[in-house]
């Protein structure tokens, strides 16, 4: 599994860029019948803002995430840095999966992942 890791400057770009993932994964949904990607935040494992979010998922995937013209165009209309790493060459990374729930999703994205955390929708973690 590998992973991309974007650097997003405002919590302004993370929501539009994380609203634009949603969109991109009920898609790949719709075709697949399941999502092959999912979405962490790392720095809420830290103490730091929370600006960093990596997509997971097969190579594959994620060049057809990349491919996107609806993300495309976000990523470089805003100037977002990206990297595309192997998760097997980086260090531990701490996620969660969750099914989307509204009412747990309102509010800053620090907040929310203090929700999900403590919420019976999370499942895994892994490294």
Known sequence: MNY??????????????????????ARVKAKLAYNPLGLSFPDFATDKIGLTVCIHG??????????????SQFVHRNQIAFKFISIHDSPEVRWIAFK????????????????????????????
């Open 100 to 127: 989307r729930n509204r009412s747990l999703e309102r509010g800053s994205p620090k907040q929310v992942m203090k929700r999900l955390e403590g919420s019976p929708y999370q499942h895994a973690e892994a490294r």
């Open 58 to 71: 097969e190579q594959t995937y994620l060049a057809h995430f990349l491919e996107d013209p609806f993300l």
């Open 4 to 25: 991309i890791r974007l650097s997003l400057r405002s919590i302004t770009e993370l929501n539009g860029f994380v609203s634009l993932a949603h969109q991109h994964f």
